[in-house]
């Protein structure tokens, strides 16, 4: 059986006691509330990135090295899963079509030029645009700035 990573809350705990800090100064400190705080030290909340960052910054480590922890402490109950274990073992593992021997023909790519001369020979058709039609109104305008009434 894997060895039980250290987790968060216990190092919390221990700079806790090192800096001589209650849980409420931390949450006020980095800005939390205490009862999400508390709710981390009695394992019912995770070590989300955001408060992450905010250990980090305040006690001088890294956001990874906070979020490792974390990731360790949850690969571990993962790994020691019953029920998850029973499901890893019914998923079969994915298997690559074997490669067919015989390319299929590609059909040569046409060209829009090649598409157009073939639209033309239908009888009725327009030609096809060749750009952007313009926004612009046909009809003639009065100038800004004059008056014709």
Same mark, same amino acid.
């Given at each position: 059986?894997?060895? $039980? ?42 070590? $989300?990135?955001? $408060? ?98």
């Amino acid at each position: 059986m894997p060895k $039980t990573p250290q987790t968060p809350v216990s190092v919390l705990q221990s700079l806790l006691e090192e800096y001589q800090i209650t849980q409420s100064a931390l949450a006020n400190a980095i800005g939390l509330s205490p009862s999400t705080i508390r709710q981390i030290f009695m394992g019912k909340s995770k070590i $989300t990135v955001p $408060t992450a960052m905010r250990l980090a910054r305040f006690f001088g480590q890294t956001a990874d090295y906070w979020l490792d922890l974390q990731r360790a402490v949850d690969k571990h109950e993962a790994e020691n899963d019953n029920e998850l274990k029973a499901a890893l073992k019914s998923i079969p593992k994915a298997k690559k079509p074997k490669e067919s021997k015989v390319k299929p023909e590609s059909k040569p790519k046409t060209t829009l030029a090649e598409k157009r001369k073939e639209a033309s020979k239908v009888p009725g058709a327009k030609p096809a645009s060749r750009g952007r039609k313009s926004n612009r109104r046909t009809s003639e305008t009065t100038p800004v700035g004059t008056n014709d009434e």
